[in-house]
């Protein structure tokens, strides 16, 4: 089972951008499919990007269409967020998460390993 750390959380202002990572261990990361998820204080978690293992097609809410991009390199068995265009509403813990096989999908139950979560704050 794949066990997932992420990096790259942080401070920026309005309309900056920032790069998450996430570094996956174990043999088959080209086997699973990848979403980064974030979830705001008082709200439901919510999946923001995601992309197949299959074919790496992806999905983003509308929320973040066209400012963030997902990305994966599987020879390194990583999975990237480029957020760019960062507005407030943003700000939140942000997790990835990994699910075996299968397309990308929203609800968070189906998603078998989590990493530990990191904190993007956008200051106005």
């Known amino acids: 089972q794949v066990q997932l750390v992420e990096f790259g959380g942080g401070l920026v202002q309005a309309g900056g951008s920032l790069r998450l990572s996430c570094a996956a261990s174990?043999?088959?990361?080209?086997?699973?499919?990848m979403g980064w998820f974030r979830q705001a204080p008082g709200k439901e978690r919510e999946l923001v990007a995601g992309i197949s293992w299959i074919n790496d097609s992806t999905y983003y809410a509308d929320s973040v269409k066209g400012r963030f991009t997902i990305s994966r390199d599987n020879a390194k068995s990583t999975v990237y967020l480029q957020m760019n265009s960062l507005k407030p509403e943003d700000t939140a813990v942000y997790y990835c998460?990994?699910?075996?096989?299968?397309?990308?999908?929203?609800?968070?139950?189906?998603?078998?390993?989590w990493g530990q979560g990191t904190q993007v704050t956008v200051s106005s």
């Open positions: 174990g043999r088959t990361f080209s086997s699973y499919t």
């Open positions: 998460a990994s699910k075996m096989y299968g397309g990308v999908v929203s609800f968070p139950n189906t998603y078998d390993t």
